[in-house]
């Protein structure tokens, strides 16, 4: 398939993490139950002393909401932004301080295949960076490397 150009290069295209959502949102679900469990068993308590206090519970809630908040952070923040400045790379932990701008005239190069995203700083390949793109939603992985293909038809 012949590359195509970008269409319109001065917008941005954004992919988010939402291949790493989806387990820490069944994370979440199993550590809710879990905590519903504990809540559920209380009033049977009485009957029988063995059972765990129902303020155990507590912990997996906890966790619970921790795993929703990192799911719903994975979702809705971006990993890769195609920019006509160049390529943004934004790490899971603290993305505003951490980010990484690489610029389109600093890249020679592009590779693209079904689990990496490399992007060379020269024309030997010697030179470059590696990134994971198993974050990414798998339908998605294909619309980045079209985006990266169109930006560099002769990779």
């Known amino acids: 398939m012949a590359a195509m150009p970008v269409a319109e290069p001065h917008k941005e295209l954004r992919f988010t993490r939402a291949g790493q959502a989806l387990p820490f ?6 550590c809710f139950m879990a905590a ?15 059972l765990p206090h129902p303020a155990w519970g507590l912990l997996p809630l906890a966790l619970s909401f ?39 005239a600093q890249i020679a190069g592009a590779e693209v295949d079904e689990e990496r995203l490399t992007l060379h700083f020269n024309v030997e390949k010697n030179s470059g960076i590696h990134l994971s793109l198993l974050p990414l939603a798998k339908d998605r992985r294909e619309l980045l490397a079209a985006a990266i293909r169109g930006r560099f038809p002769a990779s």
Do not use: K
């Not at 519903?36 to 029988?48: E, I, Q, S, T």
């Not at 971006?78 to 690489?102: C, T």
């Open 25 to 30: 949102m069944i994370l979440a679900a199993v």
């Open 66 to 104: 921790g795993l929703m908040r990192m799911a719903w952070h994975c979702a809705r923040h971006a990993y890769i932004l195609l920019s006509p400045i160049g390529v943004e790379i934004f790490p899971l932990f603290r993305p505003a301080a951490n980010m990484q701008v690489i610029p389109w």
């Open 36 to 50: 519903l469990v504990f809540f559920l068993l209380a009033p049977y308590r009485a009957d029988h002393p063995v």
